[in-house]
């Protein structure tokens, strides 16, 4: 196990290198920063050289990395446009959309994993047939449609939640924004569920358990369910990183100022210490939740063992 | 059937024949309602066993004697399955007129069942001391730790070697006898009077096969058990039944104590089976077989469901089933001519 983990470990290195470089290519050689700092007029051609030479800039691409990676190794993230140190921007936007995300996939557990079991019980009833049109809607409708709804229906129509987000970010307020964050993610732990659900009821083992005359809520969460969230599980693991990445939308919409607001104002500004900053965490936060669900696989399932 | 006659095993059957049968299926009908249609997968099966005593259901896949077993048990699948008709009499109880829970409490604690593949039938992602323990946790509401020392105990019993350390170890970690082993021994966990073996040995090696079969054949003597062994194997079964069922189209064709049915058998169907096990003796010679292949359930034929297979098929065969007659103590046949067949036999 521990090799295992020290091997995980060592193979994010590679497409960590791969997947930052990528993003450092995008955002320095497709625009120039410089002339970007001074917005809507044109820079001195002696100030943008001199500025071009105190930020590095002037070094070929991949000098220009490899120093960018070194002082982020050294915890320095750079500066924003602002002045504003970007890791500052990160200490005040990461536990602000980390506290979002938990939201969302805690509603999409407990809402999603109900549902299914529900409809992959009764499958081909009136329950599934419901719950299966309904993911469907879902699922079709973009969040930005379903979170200004949501936001009219609920926040201001009639009252039931704050339809934007305090400073502050207390938890009740994040329920709305929650919701619309996890809903999509909703519908497909719910399908895949269902799916799971469905197919695992008519195992064998399900019949052995139902034989040794286990009641059926015994029958059904300790021996049906555990099987069936193993897939469940992959896909809420590998959806933490998309989640706390995509929340661009939701936080826009709710004015919640997390990761999701820093890389819009970010992207918007050509603000690029920003965004490359931010996304190489997002970059670390996937890789790890990965991993995460990698090793969740072997506990719940005894047949995976890790050489 | 009555059993008159005590069987000359040395199985306590003797003593099993004044009581009552611990088990009295009577004229059971079970439906699978599917897209195609209806499949009458048991046909008014009618079959009882003793406290000791070893009833062996026989029947080709699809002949309804596993879906009776089911049946009998309460893990029909329904839907598609549904119960039509018929008794169930266990211990002077009709099961089928009990509540689900009062159902519940008998399956596991009073009745048992094994079932074919162990591999699949043991949940992967549970360690066999978990799912051996749960009998007890459930049933008998007994602390974790002590379901686990019971785990241990029921492990040695059934005589699996290094029972302490393994009982943490999941289904897959174990051979394939083993893991038969640990269903059977799931089935004895709380020493119940009835057990139903369905295939108990299909998916073994033959050599673990004998094993399994003798560990099986003396716990139910140990314990005076009443055993059902469905099984599409004579082999298997001559050892150690005391009666035989044979079915075909969800129908019992035949029944009879075990030795008569084998020296003289009374239905064509149960002809055809003998004579399509192997004999060294006749090496060289191409083996029988039945012709044909067994009905589809939605569309049995009219008359007796065997007469397009059958060597000694007659008019009245194709149009008038055959009643189950009383062939001699203790046995019965479904065919109109069973008095050739018995004779033909000898």
Known sequence: MGRYVIRRLLQMIPVFIGSTFLIFFMVYALGDPVAAMFGERAPDPATAAQIRRELYLDAPLWKQYLHYMGQIFQGNFGTAFNGQSVIELMVSAFPVTLRLTVVAVVIEMVVGVVLGVFSGLRRGRGIDTSVLVLTLVVVSIPTFVSGYLLQFLFGVQWGWAAPSVSPEVPLNELLLPGLVLALVSLAYVTRLTRTSIAENVRADYVRTAVAKGLPRHRVITRHLLRNSLIPVVTFIGTDIGALMGGAIVTERIFNIHGVGYQLYQGILRQNSPTVVGFVTILVLVFLLANLLVDLLYAVLDPRIRYA | ?346
């Open chain 2, 1 to 346: 059937m009555t059993h008159q006659e005590a069987a000359p095993e040395p199985t306590g059957t003797a003593a099993a024949v004044a009581e009552p049968p611990l088990l009295d299926v009577r004229d059971l009908r079970v439906e699978f309602r599917t897209r195609d249609g209806v499949a009458k997968a048991v046909n008014g099966v009618s079959y009882h066993v003793a406290r000791g005593q070893t009833l062996a259901v026989l029947g080709e896949s699809g002949s309804g004697k596993s879906v009776t077993a089911q049946a009998v048990m309460g893990i029909l699948d329904s839907p598609p399955g549904f119960l039509t008709g018929g008794e169930i009499v266990f211990q002077g109880r009709d099961l089928l007129t009990l509540r689900r829970e009062e159902r519940r409490r008998i399956r596991g604690a009073k009745m048992a069942m094994i079932f074919q593949d162990a591999l699949s039938s043991l949940n992967p992602v549970l360690s066999v001391g978990a799912q051996l323990g749960e009998m007890f946790q459930v049933h008998e509401g007994v602390s974790r730790k002590e379901a686990r020392a019971r785990a241990v105990e029921l492990m040695e019993r059934v005589k699996i070697p290094a029972a302490r350390e393994r009982v943490g170890d999941y289904p897959h970690q174990f051979s394939g006898g083993m893991r038969q082993r640990i269903m059977i021994a799931m089935a004895l966990a709380l020493g119940p009077d009835l057990i139903i073996a369905d295939e108990p040995t299909t998916a073994l090696d033959v050599t673990v096969q004998a094993q399994v079969m003798d560990l099986l054949a003396e716990l139910q003597r140990e314990l005076t058990m009443g055993l059902i062994l469905i099984t599409h194997d004579l082999g298997v079964v001559a050892d150690v039944a005391d009666t035989i069922a044979v079915m075909y189209a969800g129908r019992i064709v035949e029944t009879a104590p075990v030795h008569q049915l084998y020296k003289a058998p009374a239905h064509p169907y149960t002809r055809g089976l003998l004579d399509s096990i192997p004999r060294l003796d006749q090496k060289g010679r191409q083996l029988y077989a039945i012709k044909g292949m067994p009905p589809n359930l939605t569309a049995v034929p009219p008359g007796c469901p065997f007469h397009p297979r059958c060597p000694l098929v007659r008019d009245v065969c194709r149009t008038d089933p055959p009643p189950l007659y009383e062939v001699g103590p203790g046995r019965t046949s479904a065919c109109h001519f069973w008095k050739e067949t018995l004779d033909g036999a000898r």
